[in-house]
C-alpha cells in the first residue's frame, strides 16, 4: 500500500458525525419512551408523538430539558443535546386561589 492509499484509507475509517440522536422522554410515572429524529428536527414532532401515544393533549403537559422548558421551535441541535440524553414530561400545573 502506497502512502497515497493509507491517506485514503484513514479518511474512509472517518465516518461523519450522525445526524440522527436517541432520546429518552420520562413521564412522571417514571415510564420512558425512547425517539430516533434528526438533530434539527424541531422539537416539536417528538412532543407531538409522545402525546400522540400516550393519549394526552400537548397542551396538558410541558416538555423540560436539564431543568428548562421545551419550546416548539428548539431542536436537539440547538439545545446542544447528547446522543442519550432525556427529555422530562410534566403534567401542566393550572394556578389556583386560595380564599381565607
Known sequence: ????QQSQ???EDCKPESEHINLKVTGQDGSVVHFKIKKNTPLRKLMGAYCNRAGITTGAVRF???GNPINDEDTPALLEMEDGD?????QQQTGGCHHL
Open 1 to 4: 500500500m502506497d502512502g497515497d
Open 9 to 11: 484509507k484513514k479518511i
Open 64 to 66: 423540560r430539558f436539564d
Open 86 to 90: 432525556s427529555i422530562d414530561v410534566f
